[in-house]
């Protein structure tokens, strides 16, 4: 895709959205849309595993709630390619946790959002030795343990996504895909209390 044909960055999710994507298959599609660019029914069932009949079900469902839609340029009677809305699909979760309809779709959509930065950073080391010579000291894999105030946590991440957002800009000759995941929550600390060890 030319910068001209790329979707619009992102748009935050709503509930008919988080509904339709309550289903790994159709967040696995969407992913793919967004990462390699338009495909078919037939593409993607290939890459997935499943027959075009379903994909194309599937493609339905997520063109009705608007996160894709038919690309008519490349498209034909014979065969229908589809695109994504958006590059990239955001969340707040806090649109929705009030809500006791969507908690089942929300925590499926969240694990799989987890299960999706596992594999992403799984199949990189699976890769590794074919992208030893130009990455071999430039990817990073960090797991930082700080003591913060929740707000103090939100101004972090609004840091850190603009750091991000310097680095967008049009695809260069040479460049690669590079995936940056972040990620910023608490965890309930579990300290042994004194006294409470059996003794070796």
């Known amino acids: 895709m ?8 992102s748009r935050p999710l709503d509930a008919r959205m988080l509904r339709a994507l309550a289903h790994p298959l159709r967040m696995r ?3 793919l849309l967004q990462a390699d660019g338009p495909a078919t029914a037939t593409g993607l069932g290939k890459r997935v595993g499943e027959s075009s009949g379903t994909t194309s079900w599937h493609l339905r469902l997520l063109a009705e709630v608007g996160l894709v839609e038919e690309d008519s340029e490349r498209g034909n009677k014979r065969e229908r390619w589809w695109r994504p809305v958006q590059k990239a699909t955001r969340m707040r979760a806090t649109d929705f946790i009030g809500d006791p309809d969507l908690a089942g779709p929300l925590d499926t959509y ?9 594999e992403a950073e ?9 992208w030893m010579a130009d990455w071999h000291d430039k ?8 003591s913060l105030t929740p707000e103090e946590t939100a101004a972090m991440s609004k840091e850190v996504y603009a750091v991000i957002n310097r680095y967008r800009r049009a695809t260069r000759p040479g460049d690669y895909d590079v995936v940056a995941h972040w990620s910023a929550f608490p965890r309930q600390a579990q300290p042994e209390k004194p006294g409470t060890s059996k003794s070796d």
């Open 122 to 130: 799984a199949r990189f080391i699976s890769e590794l030795p074919r």
């Open 110 to 118: 969240l694990r799989f959002l987890v299960e999706q930065r596992y």
């Open 139 to 146: 990817a990073e894999f960090d797991d930082v343990k700080l």
């Open 2 to 9: 030319t910068e001209d044909d790329r979707p619009p960055a």
């Open 29 to 31: 599609m969407l992913e």
